[in-house]
């Protein structure tokens, strides 16, 4: 059945983020559509953002395209140019390697709930600009921006 | 400006179906959003279905994974297992080389809006299993299904 039945699907806040980071996405609920369904080329998450809760650090990606699309209730879109209110409907883009950090935060009574995307190819290192945190693909894990562990 | 502002892009219910079968998406009005906000990995569609149209005829694709999200409106997924009404928030995937036809009719009252996605690697042939039409994407163009040009 084509249709995703979101039921089936696991849904968890668990995070790679080592504290202090995890607290912000500690209200972020997530599932991973693309295992289930059988998609091997596109990753989607159907997220639901807690009041408070941030979607991740601000960050950007090398070699991954971003795109996400908001269906239910309201956050804000904070990135370099400043910040921007995206409601159902709205829909926002990412491209690889453009050195924009970005996240949504939920600053809104309500929970609200996005689809976020991402190409399964070609993924490269992730920068976080606020924080002490790299995430270096090649070694699958998140460092310390000068290279060593967490 | 990470948002999109679909005003900015334009807005077509071009199509590359021969008749009789142009027809049938007429009332298919889209934008294609990622040439315009830099995307290069993810294809993401933007789709306003007017009472009656249809979002394509009914067809699978090799190398190409698809998912659709309804935004507004309802509309009817139509694919081997039956017929399934998408309503806001209701998502569908499409994995790459499962030989599963479908399309969406908007049998309602009201125009319906929905994101469709695909990924920009690995495209290869569309299947129609209703119609004498046959995508050939080595040539790149709609053909009968013996082969022969429209």
């Not at 849904?11 to 289930?36: C, H, K, L, M």
């Not at 600053?107 to 070609?122: H, I, K, M, N």
């Not at 995430?135 to 310390?144: E, F, P, Q």
Request: with cysteine; proline share 6%; charged share 25%.
């Amino acid at each position: 059945m084509p249709k995703v039945d979101l039921s089936q699907i696991e849904q968890t806040n668990r995070t790679q983020y080592p504290e202090p980071f995890a607290t912000d996405v500690a209200g972020r609920f997530y599932r991973r559509i693309a295992p289930s369904t059988g998609l091997k080329d596109i990753g989607v998450s159907h997220v639901v953002l807690q009041p408070g809760a941030w979607s991740s650090q601000r960050h950007w990606h090398n070699g991954i395209d971003e795109f996400l699309v908001m269906l239910f209730g309201e956050a804000v879109l904070i990135e370099d140019e400043g910040e921007t209110v995206l409601r159902a409907g709205d829909c926002a883009a990412f491209p690889k390697d453009v050195p924009n950090g970005h996240h949504l935060v939920n600053r809104s009574e309500q929970p609200c709930t996005f689809l976020a995307f991402d190409c399964q190819y070609g993924e490269g290192d992730c920068h976080y600009p606020d924080i002490d945190l790299h995430y270096d693909a090649v070694a699958g894990k998140m460092t310390h921006k000068d290279g060593s562990a967490y």
